[in-house]
């Protein structure tokens, strides 16, 4: 299960949420099982092999290399991670996917945030908006961690004063 974990305590931030994916298994767990698939993969097309069935053998090789690529995916994205910040009159979106970080600063007092409810066969989202920019956020949330971040960016993008 996806998890937000509000970040800790800073004296200058106001709100910040750290959304990242529930990574239970960690990389060597996940190749233990990846190594145990293709032992018994070819272990088996070996034995079919041995009895004359050599066409097995081939298939069995490329089955491998596409659970390979679909591991290889997997652990390129167990990493990812989205922060959502709100520092006096900024509001910072941070994100790493797949290896790539971006960074995003909006002005706090003009800052929106979109919530489109669920859909049949959809999630609710959630959308941080300054003028034309649209940032989505916690795609890796479930729908009721994603509410609970939306009520919470919402209080804190009302406690904005304007300086006079």
Known sequence: MPTALAHPAVA????????????SLGTRGRWLIFAALCTVSLA??????????WLVLPYSILEMAVLFMAFWLFERHAGDWERLSVQGDRVIVECQRGGVASRQVFNRLWTRLEWEPARFGEAPRLAVCHG??????????????????????????????VLR
């Open 12 to 23: 200058d931030l106001d709100y910040s949420v750290i959304a990242r994916r529930n990574d």
């Open 44 to 53: 088996l097309a070996l034995a079919f092999a041995a009895f004359g069935a």
């Open 132 to 161: 034309r920019a649209r940032v989505p956020f916690g795609a890796n949330l479930s729908a009721d961690a994603r509410a609970a971040v939306a009520r919470d960016l919402r209080r804190a993008l009302a406690g904005a004063t």
